[in-house]
C-alpha cells in the first residue's frame, strides 16, 4: 500500500510540475500565464486533498477490518481453549474418582 501511495503521489508531483512547465513556455501574456498557474495549483491541490481523504478511508477501513479479524481469532482461542479445560477437568475428576475408590478399599482394610 506504501508502493501505491507514493506512486501516486509521484505521478501527482510529476502531473503539476509538467503542467506548470508547459503553460511557463507557451506564449501568452504573463497574467494569463499566472492566472493559469494560480488555476493548475488549485486544481492540484484540490485533488491530492481528494486522494488524501480516499487514502484514509482505505486505512480506517482496513484498519476496522483487520481489529474484527484479530477479534475472531481471539474468540476462537478462548473457545479452543475453554473446550480444554472442560477436558482437564473431566480427565481430573475421573482420576479424583478412582481415587477415591482406592482410598475407599483402603480405609475399609484398616
Known sequence: MSNSNSTLLGILAGTAIGAT??????????SNTRQRISEEAHAAK??????????KEKAVTTAAL??????DQVESI??????KAEDVIATLEEKLKDLKAKNK?????S
Not at 484540490?46 to 487514502?55: C, I, Q
Open 21 to 30: 512547465l508547459g503553460i511557463l513556455f507557451a506564449p501568452d501574456k504573463g
Open 66 to 71: 483487520k481489529k474484527e479479524t484479530l477479534e
Open 46 to 55: 484540490d485533488k491530492l486533498a481528494e486522494t488524501a481523504m480516499e487514502l
Open 105 to 109: 478399599k483402603l480405609q475399609k482394610t
Open 78 to 83: 478462548v473457545s479452543s481453549a475453554s473446550y
